[in-house]
């Protein structure tokens, strides 16, 4: 699984300017860099500088060595496999089907932008009822008053 460096550091810097709401020209104007150049960074196609690395991290408020601090996408995906096994592995095969058939359902909504049509083919069923665990704790509000000892 080899990474492409340049493409890596690319998008971890185009990651990094987004969650600090910089647009390009933003990021360029604060670093000292024509918006093209940023672009070019960004994609992997420019073989930057240590020294142009310097400033875009200095314009983007972070260490240097944090442009690196970056996984591989098969890494990422990878992490995200095992901690949904690590959730499922004590469930039984009736709880795996339900949890499949809510993913499968929030997967359409996000996919599509809307829920799926229950007389499709396919599409959710209104009859499948979801089984509700019973509450095991009860809520302040609900929990049964105690009985108070008279004094003498």
Partial sequence: ?????????????RDIRKQNGYSQE????????????I????????????LNLAK??????????????FQS??????????DIMQ?????NPREITIIKNIINEIYEIYSTG???DPEAEGGANPAVTYPVPQQ????????PAKKRKKRE
């Fill in 1 to 13: 699984m080899e990474i492409n460096i340049l493409q890596a550091v690319g998008e971890r810097i």
């Fill in 26 to 37: 933003k990021l360029g104007e604060i670093g000292g860099f024509h918006f093209s150049y």
């Fill in 39 to 50: 672009g070019q960074v960004e994609r992997g196609e420019k073989n930057i500088s240590l």
């Fill in 56 to 69: 875009i991290a200095q314009a983007l408020g972070i260490s240097l060595h944090e442009l690196f601090a």
């Fill in 73 to 82: 996408k098969e890494a990422a995906l990878d992490s995200n496999l095992i």
């Fill in 87 to 91: 959730l499922l592995q004590y469930k």
């Fill in 114 to 116: 809307q829920a799926p």
């Fill in 136 to 143: 095991t704790r009860y809520t302040v509000h609900e929990r």
